[in-house]
């Protein structure tokens, strides 16, 4: 079992910056995969980034390439998402997630077996 605790989230005007932070415990060692998804209200989740175990590989989707980027020293540390240029439609309720080592898209929320509890991010202009 992993446990995930994120932080972070505020409200920000546009052009701000954030930085959420998740921190994973349990048995962190069957974690391959580390993401970040968002959900505004009346959508569905979407997925924002990840990066896998050997931290070699980070995948974005393209609204937030560029401004976007998430970092974790092992796979055992906290995982971060420092997020620049905020916009609102940026904002929306942040979840972090963890998975095992399967065929599935980065971005499938399936991929995932644990959720963190949310942390919301306001954007206002």
């Known amino acids: 079992q992993v446990h995930l605790v994120e932080s972070g989230g505020d409200s920000v005007q546009t052009g701000g910056s954030l930085t959420l932070s998740c921190t994973p415990s349990?048995?962190?060692?069957?974690?391959?995969?580390m993401g970040w998804f968002r959900q505004a209200p009346g959508a569905e989740r979407e997925a924002v980034a990840a990066?896998?175990?050997?931290?070699?590989?980070?995948r974005y989707v393209d609204s937030v390439r560029g401004r976007f980027t998430i970092s974790q020293e092992n796979s055992e540390s906290t995982m971060l998402l420092s997020m620049n240029d905020l916009k609102p439609e940026d904002t929306a309720v942040y979840y972090c997630?963890?998975?095992?080592?399967?065929?599935?898209?980065?971005?499938?929320?399936?991929?995932?077996?644990?959720w963190g509890q949310g942390t919301q991010v306001a954007v206002s202009s």
């Open positions: 997630a963890a998975g095992p080592r399967q065929g599935l898209m980065w971005n499938n929320t399936s991929r995932y077996h644990y």
């Open positions: 349990g048995s962190t060692r069957d974690i391959y995969i």
């Open positions: 990066i896998w175990s050997d931290r070699r590989i980070a």
